[in-house]
């Protein structure tokens, strides 16, 4: 399908939940939609956007699908939900001009609910999400996060209370979208970058484009970040900024896919990551190791497998205990 004259991206969006629906997501309706998507981020959050809708239209009407007997199991890989979205969790019986109304009115409705009320998501220690905003822009949400996300007419304001959080922006030059992390701003119009609250302050990376970042008090002095740049603005309008080598902000988002990308940083570090990923900490006793640099990459969800291969890379004692892991001299 083609952008049609006359037809606004959630019309279209609404008609490719229906295709997707009738006939079930081929391989060659996924080719289809990657090439209607194509760099278009507006397009690819309506799409997310129209299933989430279609999939709460009528439920009363709506049959159940059987995954058992589809033989899908729910699981999907992080790299295969860059481009392939959930599937609808209803089978219609019924399409027409008449459902594709219903389903650009929800989703409208959807939008114009996003204008007043924030759309709140919090993340539980170990979880990680991705959602997509109204706007259609896509944010993934780290561990032990909270943010609100609020559409207005003349900007895009997300206030990220704890935690991290990577934004894909969405190009909309009339309006800017600004994430608020205690008195740290920073404003991007259509860009990829990620926003984490440390202490009094926040780190910001950018992996796409440029932003600007400053502090709100005493009218910090307001910096410029290009793709490839770190800077943790403090909340007293102290700014460090970095250019990290090559790969390390992929290394430094590595969570996003639920690892942790290790070259040569510490062990003391590396035990503080997998800490804000799991309820059972890992305990170093002997703080002399903690300086022994580490290489690699490790699950944030597996502490067990991390104390293991340390022990044994490093001639440590390791006690599996119900509410720690603990690294010792042997």
């Known amino acids: 399908m083609s952008d049609a004259d006359g037809m606004t991206i959630e019309e279209q969006a609404a008609l490719w939940v229906m295709r997707i629906d ?22 690819r959050g309506a799409l997310l956007q129209a299933e989430a809708a279609w999939a709460m239209l009528d439920v009363g009407l709506a049959e159940p699908v059987d995954d058992a007997a589809s033989g899908d199991d729910g699981a999907a890989d992080w790299d295969d939900r860059e481009l392939e979205l959930p599937r609808p969790l209803w089978r219609r019986r019924a399409f027409g001009a008449g459902a594709m109304g219903l389903l650009a009115a929800s989703f ?11 759309e709140q998501y919090e993340t539980r220690i170990g979880e990680v999400r991705r959602v997509p905003l109204a706007d259609g822009s896509i944010a993934a949400i780290n561990t032990s996060s909270r943010l609100d996300v609020t559409m207005r007419e003349r900007s895009r304001i997300a206030k990220l209370e704890a ?58 002095q307001r910096i410029r970040l290009r793709a490839g740049e770190r800077a943790f603005v403090a909340g007293n309008a102290e700014v460090r900024t970095e250019q990290p080598g090559g790969g390390e902000v992929d290394r430094a988002l590595a969570w996003r896919s639920g690892k942790l990308d290790l070259a040569g940083e510490t062990l003391t570090y590396a035990i503080e990551e997998l800490n804000r990923y799991n309820a059972r900490k890992i305990v ?13 990459i490790f699950r944030t969800d597996d502490p067990e497998l991390f104390a293991r291969t340390v022990g044994e890379s490093f001639e440590l004692r390791v006690d599996i205990e119900a509410n720690q892991i603990i690294l010792s001299r042997r």
């Open 108 to 118: 409208a409705f959807a939008v114009f609910l996003g204008g007043g009320s924030p």
């Open 163 to 220: 935690g991290e959080a990577w934004f894909q922006v969405a190009k909309d030059p009339e309006r800017p979208f600004i994430v608020e992390a205690g008195a740290v701003r920073v404003r991007a119009v259509g860009t990829a970058f990620s926003v984490r609250v440390v202490g009094d302050g926040a780190e910001v990376l950018v992996t796409e484009g440029i932003v600007e970042a400053w502090s709100e008090v005493a009218g910090g």
């Open 22 to 43: 009738r006939e079930g997501r081929s391989a060659v309706i996924n080719l289809e939609i990657e090439e209607w998507i194509g760099d278009d981020d507006r397009k």
């Open 284 to 296: 170093l006793q002997n703080p002399e190791y903690g300086q022994e640099r580490l290489y690699g």
